[in-house]
């Protein structure tokens, strides 16, 4: 037995106009000070006027929330009492809103305790609205929550399959002014989940298509939307391929870049998207052969040239590095300015936190400590390792 969980979504122009006809009395929107100040904020707060609603702000959520910012959150609903949550925002903020939703609804837990095996009993005081703000994360269909343990450098993937937005709104409003660092980041984090939830452990008949989607969008639009911000129409392509690759990796797990985005990005403050996509063509050759069939039917769908003698995994891993490169993204770890010292240092708690990661038990190939070591040493300058 199996699960396929989706939110009901809404998509399309003027989409935000669903909150118009929302049905409560007090909404906590969940969100940071960056998005109020450039007045998505106020967008939403129109809308909940015209629908007759009260609402209230939570704007402390900072990037990489941590396990006190959505305690704090679930004090503030816990006195005010929503019946709806809103989280507005990119992952972290949305990742933010679903946690203080869960402790709200259950003040008797801690984050960490947050797991797909324990039913927790959600929608007793309110329900969850997800806008994303940014096209990647994909965190708005998903039931996925990452927090950062600060004390330890680490970060937590948690998650409950309750914990799923009830209304999505998939609104390309909100991404038109996204600056080109950002679009980058974001499209190559969907880009990442679409390729590892096509490629995991747990891959399924039901998530293949919404992924091989989601790679083909972000193949003809993320260039587009990088270059030309204002291209109205990369923009609803690239926010929804974020929101279809979310449907696709979130019900079927993502893999290896994940687990070491996840190590290095917590251990050195960088975007989880430049992360993940930095990653992914090392991963992608890493299990080049325990996945090659679906690494096949990618280049098929890119209708990429392939030679016999070429693994469609390496041709797929150097397209993706052109990509990278045209988006002016890092293609290795020394080119994020880590110094090699520095990286040498941390390298035992980048593989421990890797190999804990929960990414890494879906992946194709399970790497051990020491395969670990030589990806992440691989991914440092880009000297190829015989796997
Ligand atoms: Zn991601």
């Known amino acids: ?53 009260d609402y209230q702000i939570y704007d402390d959520v900072e990037p990489d929330p941590s396990i006190e910012t ?10 005010y009492k929503p019946d709806w949550i809103v989280g507005l925002g990119g992952g972290s903020v949305m990742d933010a809103a679903k946690a203080i939703w869960v402790l709200y609804e259950r003040p008797d837990i801690e984050p960490a305790e947050i797991n797909p095996f324990t039913p927790l009993g959600l929608r007793q005081k309110a329900k969850l609205i997800t806008i994303p703000t940014t096209s990647g994360t994909g965190s708005d269909c998903t039931w996925g929550i990452v927090l950062t343990d600060t004390s330890e450098r680490r970060k937590l993937a948690l998650g409950c399959r309750e914990a ?48 091989l989607k989601a790679i083909h969008l972000v193949f003809q639009y993320l260039q587009r939307a990088y270059h030309d911000g204002h291209d109205k129409e990369a923009r609803e392509k690239m926010h929804n391929a974020a929101s279809i690759a979310g449907l696709g990796f979130g019900n079927s797990m993502a893999g290896l870049a994940h687990s070491m985005g996840h190590s290095l990005g917590a251990a050195f403050h960088i975007p989880h998207g430049r992360t993940v996509g930095l990653f992914l063509p090392y991963t992608i050759e890493f299990t080049a052969d325990i996945a090659a069939s679906r690494y096949d039917e990618i280049i098929h769908l890119l209708r990429l ?7 469609a995994a390496l041709n797929l891993a150097r ?12 293609l290795t770890i020394n080119d994020l300015g880590i110094s090699r010292d520095n990286f040498e240092n941390s390298l035992p708690k980048l593989v421990s936190n890797a190999d804990m990661d929960t990414q890494t038990v879906t992946s194709a190939r399970v790497p051990t400590s020491g395969e670990f070591e030589q990806l992440f040493r691989y991914s440092y300058d880009g000297k190829s390792v015989d796997f």
């Open 1 to 53: 037995m199996w699960y396929f969980i989706s939110p009901e979504i809404i998509y399309g122009e003027d989409a935000l106009s669903r909150l118009d006809e929302l049905e409560g009395k007090r909404v906590l929107i969940v969100t940071d000070k960056q998005i109020v100040s450039i007045g998505f904020a106020d967008k939403v707060k129109e809308r909940l006027v015209k629908a007759g609603i």
């Open 70 to 79: 959505t305690k704090r959150g679930a004090e503030v609903a816990g006195e």
């Open 164 to 211: 799923h937005a009830d209304i999505a709104i998939i609104d390309s409003v909100f991404a038109i002014g996204m600056p080109p660092q950002l679009t980058a980041d974001t499209g190559l984090d969907a880009l990442t989940h679409a390729i590892e939830g096509f490629t995991s452990n747990w891959k399924n008949d039901f998530c293949d298509g919404l992924c």
């Open 305 to 311: 040239e392939q030679t016999r003698a070429e693994k």
């Open 319 to 330: 397209v993706i590095r052109e990509l990278e490169q045209n988006i002016d993204q890092p």
